[in-house]
């Protein structure tokens, strides 16, 4: 039984969940502050915000792919910046400005900066897959 006002989408799920889900994306902790689940968006939103800065101020790479990459070498390119782009517009935010790209391999925390930036990039798309659960009413 569908409420009135609420249109499903051909996988079940209401069309707005589908909302939440890609704002999540976009924002971390943006898809559960418009459900208002403050604390939960607070949590996080704030824990990918953090670790995504971290791994900026720490030296680490985000990943693209390249057009001098040639092969292997570019599909290897692939996974990394899978992780990276789920960070949502704090990646697109890097690439406009050029943040993050250069390679900073001589510093010290430059691998530490690496994993920080790839988790929060892989905890936001678990965060946009939580944000349309709730939404879709398969989690409370």
Same mark, same amino acid.
């Given at each position: 039984?569908?409420?009135?006002?609420?249109?499903?989408?051909?996988?079940?799920?209401?069309?707005?969940?589908?909302?939440? &889900?890609?704002? &999540?994306?976009?924002?971390?902790?943006?898809?559960?502050?418009?459900? +208002?689940?403050?604390?939960?968006?607070?949590?996080?939103?704030?824990?990918?915000?953090?670790?995504?800065? &971290?791994?900026?101020?720490?030296?680490?790479?985000?990943?693209?792919?390249?057009?001098?990459d040639q092969g292997?070498?570019?599909?290897?390119?692939?996974?990394?910046?899978?992780?990276?782009?789920? &960070?949502?517009?704090?990646?697109?935010?890097?690439?406009?400005?050029?943040?993050?790209?250069? %390679?900073?391999?001589?510093?010290?925390?430059?691998?530490?900066?690496?994993?920080?930036?790839?988790?929060?990039?892989?905890?936001?798309?678990?965060?946009?897959?939580?944000?349309?659960?709730?939404?879709?009413?398969? +989690? %409370?």
């Amino acid at each position: 039984m569908v409420a009135k006002g609420i249109e499903r989408s051909e996988s079940g799920a209401p069309a707005r969940a589908w909302i939440f &889900a890609v704002s &999540a994306w976009a924002v971390p902790g943006l898809g559960h502050f418009l459900q +208002k689940r403050w604390i939960r968006g607070l949590l996080l939103g704030g824990v990918v915000w953090g670790m995504f800065v &971290a791994g900026i101020l720490l030296g680490g790479h985000l990943f693209k792919m390249g057009g001098s990459d040639q092969g292997l070498s570019g599909l290897l390119q692939l996974l990394p910046m899978s992780a990276n782009f789920g &960070a949502g517009l704090l990646y697109v935010f890097c690439w406009v400005t050029n943040t993050g790209f250069a %390679e900073q391999a001589q510093r010290v925390t430059y691998e530490y900066g690496n994993t920080f930036l790839l988790v929060a990039g892989l905890l936001n798309y678990l965060a946009m897959l939580d944000a349309f659960d709730v939404a879709a009413g398969r +989690k %409370e």
